[in-house]
């Protein structure tokens, strides 16, 4: 158990549904993170919260739409998805500090766009 | 341009013998290196990390090393077990700072 709670695990869903992927940490970061992972390639980050801010959005489509309402709980709105959006999607928090980031991940949503 | 790379996708080693994973790196401000590992159905957990000022951390039967002027990261686990077999990803970055930067990973499997 790594203090970082992700539901749903799994997800199947049509291009045209509308879906929210929750997370929840209760370790008090002051971070969160969504990261997404294809096959054979590295884990991609897609949005950094911190302190409920949005400081990173790495070039990721409009169809994907984060929300952080408070440091402990992160969501993320899917709509029209395209089936090449199917992957692992983690959701990671951690603290930052003098010895740089350590980051704790949930395990993760399997999503399927049929 | 992959800015960390893992250029061993998978490896194969018999247990009791040394696993050697190896990452490469770009950009030679990276000061902060760490290796993740994952199970099936499972998110990636910490395993164990080093930062740039030393060139080796031992914790137990894992050690890292860090070579700066190659830019280079290894992993060593000595004596290999079964239950290490899974996917160990290198990440990097700054320290005190976001994001971490992550490699494809490397899928080991451990031969009883």
């Given amino acids: 158990e790594t203090g970082v709670t992700q539901t749903p695990r799994h997800l199947v869903m049509g291009m045209t549904n509308k879906k929210s992927l929750k997370c929840e940490q209760h370790l008090g970061h002051n971070a969160m993170y969504w990261y997404k992972q294809s096959a054979k390639k590295p884990l991609e980050l897609m949005f950094v919260y911190n302190f409920k801010e949005q400081t990173e959005n790495n070039s990721v489509p409009s169809r994907f739409s984060p929300e952080c309402p408070n440091s402990s709980h992160l969501f993320l709105h899917l709509h029209t998805l395209q089936p090449e959006d199917s ?28 | 341009d992959q800015q960390v790379k893992q250029n061993s996708p998978s490896l194969s080693v018999q247990e009791g013998r040394i696993s050697i994973l190896n990452c490469d790196y770009t950009n030679s ?8 590992k994952k199970y099936p159905a499972e998110g990636p957990t910490f395993l164990i990390s080093i930062s740039s000022i030393k060139d080796k951390n031992e914790d137990g039967r894992f050690t890292v090393f860090l070579n700066k002027s190659a830019k280079h990261l290894s992993l060593h686990i000595v004596p290999s077990q079964p239950g290490d077999s899974a996917v160990y990803f290198c990440a990097v970055g700054f320290s005190g700072n976001t994001p971490l930067v992550f490699g494809k990973g490397t899928r080991l499997s451990v031969i009883a």
């Fill in chain 1, 87 to 114: 992957a692992l999607y983690l959701c990671a928090s951690s603290q930052a500090g003098p010895n740089g980031e350590k980051l704790f991940f949930g395990s993760g949503t399997q999503l399927s766009v049929l």
């Fill in chain 2, 29 to 36: 401000m990276f000061d902060y290196f760490l290796w993740y």
